[in-house]
């Protein structure tokens, strides 16, 4: 949805199939990079880590999404903010 009355539609026609389950409602920011970040820790500490940088832009893919390792256009200041 784009506008206030095309997200008051959806949600409507969200109810008229389910009252029982909620609807989640994602907002992204147009032409955004995703990123992840998997890490594993001991005692507290981080002890190895992985950033993973989207192909497509955020809020393109529905649960597919295809990955690169090492990011590959991400600045080392935005990695450097990720994994802290």
Known sequence: AHTDEQLRACLEEAADVSKEHPVVISD???GATE???DGVGRKGE??????HE???N????SGDATLVLPPQNLSAYTQMRVRD
């Open 28 to 30: 992204f920011i147009q």
């Open 35 to 37: 990123i992840e970040f």
């Open 46 to 51: 981080i002890i190895a880590a992985a950033i």
């Open 54 to 56: 989207h192909i497509e």
């Open 58 to 61: 955020a809020g393109v893919h």
